[in-house]
Nanobody, 132 residues
Framework: VQLVESGGGLVQAGGSLRLSCVAS????????IGWFRQAPGKEREGFSC????????YYSDSVKGRFTISSDNAKNTVYLQMNSLKPEDTAVYYC??????????????????????????WGKGTLVTVSS
């Protein structure tokens, strides 16, 4: 299983970016994928999650209304559309996945604890820098 993030870069405050998380090595029909970020000097935290078995996506309060997670099963890809970016959004962004029966548990876990790291597979991250 491999997850590869892309789409990071430098953007001014108020701007937008779209991150992609391309998954390979498993059938993209029973999964949960979460987005995490780690700012300099801070703990990695999960802020969004989507499951193939649940229509409702999760967003933390810090990104709700600004970020949108979506999936394209035909492309084995989960996207993160980020709008109205703020300097405090600067971080390395990671996607992480759990697959198979019961995988949607990880989204439920993230709703309760943003430092839940129980996903089985992680990408290497993409850097997002938001300038003021």
């Amino acid at each position: 299983v491999q997850l590869v993030e892309s789409g990071g870069g430098l953007v001014q405050a108020g701007g937008s970016l779209r991150l992609s998380c391309v998954a390979s090595g498993f059938t993209f029909d029973d999964y949960a994928i979460g987005w995490f970020r780690q700012a300099p000097g801070k703990e990695r935290e999960g802020f969004s999650c989507i499951s193939s078995n649940d229509d409702s996506a999760y967003y933390s309060d810090s990104v709700k209304g600004r970020f949108t997670i979506s999936s394209d099963n035909a492309k084995n890809t989960v996207y993160l559309q980020m709008n109205s970016l703020k300097p405090e959004d600067t971080a390395v962004y990671y996607c992480a996945a759990d697959i198979g029966p019961g995988s949607d548990y990880v989204c439920s876990a993230l709703r309760s604890y943003r430092h839940y790291y129980g996903m089985g597979y992680w990408g290497k991250g993409t850097l997002v820098t938001v300038s003021s």
